[in-house]
């Protein structure tokens, strides 16, 4: 919340539904454009990242669509690390999008 109006979200989401695959999950950050530029990202996105911590994860994976360079930015600010880029595998407005993948690796976790 931003001055008593929801301004965003954060979520983990499961990255698979195959057992092996139970210490993944998917990071989805999202800022209301009416609130973009007061530091909300950035909060969230640490907030998110400390509390995948505190869980049995081993990894988050992101995928940013083309064009979003400051979440690539507040993704590398939070230890992600560029994986790789999908092609056209996104499409709005009519054009075919990007996707580039980003993974943060709990370096602790067994």
């Known amino acids: ?11 983990l989401n499961k990255w698979s539904e195959r057992k092996a695959y139970d210490i993944t999950a998917e990071i989805s950050v999202y800022v209301h454009s009416t609130f ?27 995928r940013i669509t083309e064009g979003n360079d400051h979440s690539i930015y507040l993704h590398e600010r ?19 999008l990007d996707v580039t993948i980003m993974q943060k690796v709990y370096e602790t976790k067994e």
């Open 78 to 96: 939070n230890g992600f690390q560029l994986v790789g880029t999908l092609k056209q595998v996104g499409k709005k407005f009519g054009k075919f």
């Open 1 to 11: 919340e931003y001055k008593g109006e929801i301004a965003g979200y954060a979520a």
């Open 36 to 62: 973009r530029g007061k530091g909300i990202g950035k909060l969230l996105v640490e907030s998110i990242v400390a509390i995948g911590g505190q869980t049995q994860l081993k990894t988050i994976i992101a």
